[in-house]
């Protein structure tokens, strides 16, 4: 299995939106509606942020959005905060009870 | 709220065998319900599954970690634990324990353990 594809970087000012994509196959992404989101502080563990395409576990934020067509996935962040600059990882259920991530997101808070 | 904590050496020698313990609290691993989970980070790079067990023993893998890992369950412990066989420099990374939920998403981390593979 390969790992999901990503921008290594993204940015926006505070209050802009920013979407975040994550490309798979149809073995992975595409396959199924078991994508996640998690956000990386550094020296952090990730954070989960988005579970299952597009529902939020409670705590984070209704700014933190997820969707998902065909092979590809997005994470769409509105009204930036500097809070939000971390390194946002993807990740699908890729059959057989196998994970695959990500390579990762930058977000800079301009 | 689960907690989980890794615990195992942070230096390894080339060749040698990485052992790793995750324990578990607030929570019981025979409850069954979730998977158990390794996932390591290379140094400044993303993040890779490395595999998961059930409580009843049943254990999946990254093909390709699978030819050198053993990840095994130990619930009277409430401990779950990862092998990793002939080490090397490129197994030095960030090793993380994880609470996976049925849908494969990670609930829980523990807050990782950095082993390094030298001489």
């Given at each position: 299995q390969s790992a999901l594809t990503q921008p290594p970087s993204a940015s926006g000012s505070p209050g802009q939106s920013v979407t975040i994509s994550c490309t798979g196959t149809s073995s992975d992404v595409g396959g199924y509606s078991y994508v996640s989101w998690y956000q990386q502080h550094p020296g952090k563990a990730p954070k989960l942020m988005i579970y299952d395409v597009n529902k939020r576990p409670s705590g984070v934020p209704d700014r933190f959005s997820g969707s998902k067509s065909g092979n590809t996935a997005?994470?769409?962040?509105?009204?930036?905060?500097?809070?939000?600059?971390?390194?946002?990882?993807?990740?699908?259920?890729?059959?057989?009870?196998n994970l695959v991530f990500g390579g990762g997101t930058k977000l800079t808070v301009l | 709220q689960v907690q989980l904590q890794e615990s195992g050496p942070g230096l390894v020698k080339p060749s040698q065998t990485l052992s790793l313990t995750c324990t578990v609290?607030?929570?019981?691993?025979?409850s069954g319900g979730y998977y158990w989970s390794w996932i390591r980070q290379h140094p400044g790079k993303g993040l890779e599954w490395i595999g998961s067990?059930?409580?009843?023993?049943?254990?999946?893998?990254?093909?390709?970690?699978?030819?050198?890992?053993?990840?095994?369950?130990?619930?009277?412990?409430?401990?779950?634990?990862?092998?990793?066989?002939?080490?090397?420099a490129a197994d030095t990374a960030v090793y993380y324990c994880a609470t996976t939920d049925t849908n494969g998403f990670i609930i829980y981390w523990g807050q990782g353990t950095l082993v390094t593979v030298s001489s």
């Amino acid at each position: 299995q390969s790992a999901l594809t990503q921008p290594p970087s993204a940015s926006g000012s505070p209050g802009q939106s920013v979407t975040i994509s994550c490309t798979g196959t149809s073995s992975d992404v595409g396959g199924y509606s078991y994508v996640s989101w998690y956000q990386q502080h550094p020296g952090k563990a990730p954070k989960l942020m988005i579970y299952d395409v597009n529902k939020r576990p409670s705590g984070v934020p209704d700014r933190f959005s997820g969707s998902k067509s065909g092979n590809t996935a997005s994470l769409t962040v509105s009204g930036l905060q500097a809070e939000d600059e971390a390194d946002y990882y993807c990740s699908s259920y890729a059959g057989n009870n196998n994970l695959v991530f990500g390579g990762g997101t930058k977000l800079t808070v301009l | 709220q689960v907690q989980l904590q890794e615990s195992g050496p942070g230096l390894v020698k080339p060749s040698q065998t990485l052992s790793l313990t995750c324990t578990v609290s607030g929570g019981s691993i025979s409850s069954g319900g979730y998977y158990w989970s390794w996932i390591r980070q290379h140094p400044g790079k993303g993040l890779e599954w490395i595999g998961s067990i059930y409580y009843s023993g049943s254990a999946y893998y990254n093909p390709s970690l699978k030819s050198r890992v053993i990840i095994s369950v130990d619930t009277s412990e409430n401990q779950f634990s990862l092998m990793l066989s002939s080490m090397t420099a490129a197994d030095t990374a960030v090793y993380y324990c994880a609470t996976t939920d049925t849908n494969g998403f990670i609930i829980y981390w523990g807050q990782g353990t950095l082993v390094t593979v030298s001489s």
